[in-house]
C-alpha cells in the first residue's frame, strides 16, 4: 500500500512558518519502506508550488563507495562490505553539499546507483536549484542518536549473534553516530520522523518495496536476502523508534498499511 497522501501536507505545516531568507535544512527520518523519499517528493511538490527553491538529498546517496567500503571491510569489519549502518557514508561529502547551498554556490546533488551498489560519476549528478532555500535530508538514520554503551553489550539478532560476537561492527557504527555524524545531523534545522508501529513490519515493507523494484526494473534482491539484509537495520532502527519521538519536532505515526495513525 502506498503511503498516506496527507503525510506531505502534515509535515508542511511544520516546515512552513520556519521558511526564511537562507537555507532550511529539514530531517526526514523513517524506517526502511516507510515512506520516507515519496514524503520528500510529496513536499518538494508542494514548495516548489509555492515558489521555494527545493533540493532532495537522500543519506543512501552520500554511501561510500565499493572499494572504500571494501577496505573498511578488511581493515575494521566484514560487515561494513554492506552499506546502510552509520560508518558506510561519505559524510564530509554530505557537508560539502550543505555548505554549497547555504552559501548560495552552484552544487550538485551526489547519486547512488543501488543496482550496481556504486556511486554514480559527478557528471551524472543532478544540478540543485539556484538559490535552494529548502533542503531535504530523508534516511533511515538521519538525525539518530548513539546508544548508550550498555546496549552494545549483547546482540539484538542472529546476524549480530553469528557474525559480530565481540561488538565490533556494532561499536563502530555507533561510534559513528557520536562522530561524523553528530556533525552532519547538527546541521539539521527541523527533524521530522515517521514512526512505524514496530520493526516487526519494516522487512514486510523492505520486501514490497523490492518487488515493485522488480517489476519497474526487472531486477532486485530475492525475499531471502532482504531478510538478512534488514538485520543490519534491526538494532538501530529499535533505537530510533525508542529514543527519536523525544526529540524530533514532528512525529508521524503510522500504522502497518502506512496510514496516518493519528
Not at 581493515?75 to 561519505?90: A, K, N
Not at 553516530?177 to 514512526?195: N, Q, T
Not at 522488480?214 to 531478510?227: C, F, K, L, V
Request: hydrophobic content about 40%; overall charge neutral; glycine content about 8%.
Amino acid at each position: 500500500m502506498s503511503p498516506d497522501p496527507r503525510t506531505p501536507f502534515l509535515a508542511a505545516s511544520v516546515i512552513r512558518p520556519r521558511l526564511r531568507g537562507g537555507l532550511l535544512v529539514v530531517g526526514l527520518c523513517g524506517a526502511q519502506g516507510s515512506g520516507k523519499s515519496t514524503l520528500a517528493a510529496g513536499l518538494s511538490a508542494l514548495f516548489k508550488a509555492e515558489g521555494v527553491p527545493t533540493a532532495i538529498l537522500s543519506i543512501d546517496d552520500l554511501y561510500l563507495t565499493k572499494a572504500e567500503r571494501e577496505e573498511k571491510a578488511r581493515e575494521v569489519h566484514p560487515l561494513f562490505r554492506t552499506r546502510g549502518v552509520p560508518g558506510t557514508h561519505d559524510i564530509p561529502l554530505g557537508l560539502a553539499v550543505i555548505d554549497a547551498l547555504a552559501t548560495g554556490s552552484d552544487c550538485r546533488l551526489p547519486r547512488f546507483d543501488k543496482a550496481r551498489d556504486e556511486r554514480l560519476p559527478p557528471s551524472t549528478w543532478i544540478e540543485a536549484p539556484t538559490g535552494t532555500r529548502l533542503l531535504l535530508l530523508e534516511g533511515w538514520c538521519v538525525g539518530a542518536r548513539p546508544q548508550p554503551d550498555t546496549a552494545l553489550s549483547e546482540p539484538v539478532n542472529m546476524l549480530e549473534r553469528l557474525e559480530d560476537p565481540d561488538g565490533i561492527w556494532r561499536r563502530t557504527a555507533n561510534a559513528a553516530l557520536a562522530g561524523p555524524y553528530r556533525a552532519l545531523f547538527e546541521r539539521l534545522d527541523l527533524l521530522i520522523l515517521l514512526v512505524a508501529p514496530g520493526f516487526e513490519v519494516v522487512r514486510r515493507w523492505r520486501t514490497e518495496q523490492e518487488h515493485r523494484l522488480r517489476e519497474t526494473r526487472g531486477g532486485g534482491m530475492s525475499d531471502a536476502a532482504i531478510g538478512r539484509f534488514v538485520l543490519h537495520y534491526e538494532r538501530l532502527t529499535r533505537h530510533i523508534l525508542a529514543d527519536m519521538p523525544a526529540y524530533a519536532d514532528l512525529t508521524i505515526p503510522l500504522d502497518e498499511d502506512r496510514s496516518l495513525s493519528i
